[in-house]
């Protein structure tokens, strides 16, 4: 074994799975970074599509998301995928093994469908790396403590390929159908250029707010365990991706204003009126909206125009709005004077950099740019280092390219 590379963890997401030709390849890639005599470790998602596959299979024999047997269908992608890069790996001369989240085991707890992990033993990781094999993790999932499955949520192979990684001191790469981290989603804008290196906290921030690339809590478990954590494409031969690397700011050579721009479809916004100015309602709402489990996002209050009542208007994700309309219906009632109204159809645009802090000309530029095409900005929230907006959704492609053109994204 080399005692110079620190271990690896090799990730591969659906895409890269998509077939037993794409596992092939993939397989190939892990084959190149093994024959260098480092420790490597592979976790793998299920195969494209899979995941809603399973999904809808047990939605249409009424398991519902958050329940235990669902997660138990959905955690058998990720189990089949796994068994078939071992297969792959076994192919071209290597010793592979398929390990199930349970074997390790991989601990979680919290709410079937978005648990989250506690802990990995990593004896049997070591054991078997100590015998040149290759453990092929099963992504996205773990196991309670009562000994039930349950799933990490959407994405979430990522976190396990982040927590699989600090649990063997290694570095961690996700392979992915793109060469790194662009600044915008090149799917939407072809001119989008590839980020070499960003800061924790801009990936962070551009995962929450909805660039897929990578899943926004393997990115704060890198951060918090200190794992090289780099995306790469698996559509590249073996050593010939660019990729990017997540690392702390002071690594960062080139400082831009903005670094990127992010989009999430399937927004909806909730306005309440006439709610009492003291906040004790305001209180009740939100109360209410958490014990549904609503995510709330933007928030915005104002005073009404008499003064003696308030309007609140928040938006939430576009697949929490029938709960969260329950919710409020069932508080309203017992608030007189206060109206509920809600708009679907609209989407998210955030313009995201460590080098917004304290510049309004960031924002100035977004609404001048908005304005000269006649896009409406329904909602806006800021951060420290991000500035969001809610748009019609019509127009949410036009706004990422126009936007991610202005800030100069698109040169480099
Ligand atoms: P995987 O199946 O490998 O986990 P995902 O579909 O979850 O892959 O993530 C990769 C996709 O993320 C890309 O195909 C791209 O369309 C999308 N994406 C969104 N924003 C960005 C961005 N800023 N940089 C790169 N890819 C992005
Ligand atoms: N297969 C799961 C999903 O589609 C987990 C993952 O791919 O990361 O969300
Ligand atoms: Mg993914």
Request: aromatic share 4%; charged share 20%.
């Amino acid at each position: 074994m080399s005692d110079t590379l620190p271990r690896l963890v090799l990730k591969f997401g659906g895409t890269s799975m998509a077939d037993a030709e794409r596992i092939a390849h993939s397989a190939s890639i892990v084959a190149a970074e093994a024959r260098t005599g480092r420790g490597v470790a592979v976790v793998v998602s299920a195969m494209a599509g899979e995941t809603d596959r399973l999904l809808s299979l047990a939605t249409s024999l009424g398991g519902g998301l958050g329940e235990v047997e669902t997660d138990t269908v959905l955690s058998a992608g990720e189990q089949v995928s796994a068994a078939l890069m071992a297969l792959a790996l076994q192919r071209v001369g290597l010793k592979a093994r398929a390990v199930m989240g349970w074997q390790l085991p991989i601990e979680v707890d919290g709410p079937p469908g978005s648990a989250r992990i506690t802990g990995i033993d990593p004896h049997l990781l070591d054991a078997l790396l100590d015998q040149d094999t290759i453990p092929v993790v099963a992504g996205y999932q773990g196991v309670s403590a009562d000994g039930r499955l349950a799933t990490l949520g959407r994405g979430g192979t990522d976190l396990t390929a982040a927590a699989v990684a600090a649990a063997l001191q290694a570095e961690c790469d996700i392979y992915t159908d793109v060469d790194g981290v662009f600044t915008t989603d090149p799917r939407i804008e072809p001119a989008a250029r590839r980020v070499g290196r960003i800061s924790h906290d801009e990936m962070l921030e551009l995962a929450a707010m909805g660039a897929k690339v990578l899943q926004t809590r393997s990115v704060e478990y890198a951060k918090a365990k200190g794992v090289v954590l780099r995306v790469k494409s698996s559509f590249l031969d073996a050593g010939s991706s660019a990729g990017t690397e997540v690392v702390c700011p002071a690594d960062i050579a080139e400082r831009r204003v903005v670094s990127g721009v992010a989009y999430a479809r399937d927004q909806a916004r909730l306005s309440l009126y006439g709610l009492d100015a003291d906040g004790a309602q305001a209180a009740i709402v939100f109360s209410a909206l958490a014990e549904a489990g609503v995510g709330i996002d933007m928030i915005v209050q104002a005073r009404s125009r008499s003064g003696d009542s308030v309007n609140l208007e928040f938006s939430v994700e576009g697949k929490d709005l029938d709960r969260a309309l329950a919710a409020l219906r069932r508080h309203l009632d017992e608030m007189p004077g206060s109206a509920c109204a809600h708009q679907t159809g609209l989407a998210k645009v955030s313009v995201v950099g460590t080098g917004l802090r304290g510049r309004a000309d960031v924002a100035r530029t977004l609404y001048e740019v908005l304005r000269s095409r006649n896009i409406a900005v329904r909602m806006a929230a800021t951060s420290e280092i991000k500035i969001s907006v809610l748009v019609d959704s019509d127009w949410l492609e036009h706004a990422v390219r126009a936007l991610h053109s202005a800030y100069g994204l698109d040169q480099s």
